[in-house]
């Protein structure tokens, strides 16, 4: 289960920094019905990663879905036509077999949010603690 005793998702300890996102779901769905959830992270869609091989590309972003006990995702012979046309390049899957509520879906373009990065933009994550005692620059990775 990615959630801690104390409520928070694990993950969020080192993804998610203080940047807001915004989750759009109904507020009551009937058993055995279909709907969407939409969840938004704003970020700056210039901003680029780097890769091991220190080519950049887009940022990254995954999200983690817990909801109520019963809750499962729908085998794709009930998504609608018009839905399969948005997710056909999103992956998602169960967080666990045992855990069918609990869903993970991406990695997509987005925004990495991981333990102790700078972003891109020079802003400190919220587990960037230290700051460099001088000035560089990256002039190669291994």
Known sequence: NPREATGPIVCSNCHLANKPEDIEVLQAVLPDSLFEAVVRIPYDMQLKQILANGKKRVLNVGVVLIFPEGFELAPPDRIAPEMKEKIV??????????????????????????????YPSGNKSNNAVYNATTTCIVSKII
């Not at 999103?90 to 990065?117: D, S």
């Open 89 to 118: 390049n999103l992956p998602f899957q169960n967080y666990h077999p045992t855990k069918k509520n609990i869903f993970v879906i991406g990695l997509v373009p987005g925004e990495n949010r991981g333990r102790g990065q700078i």
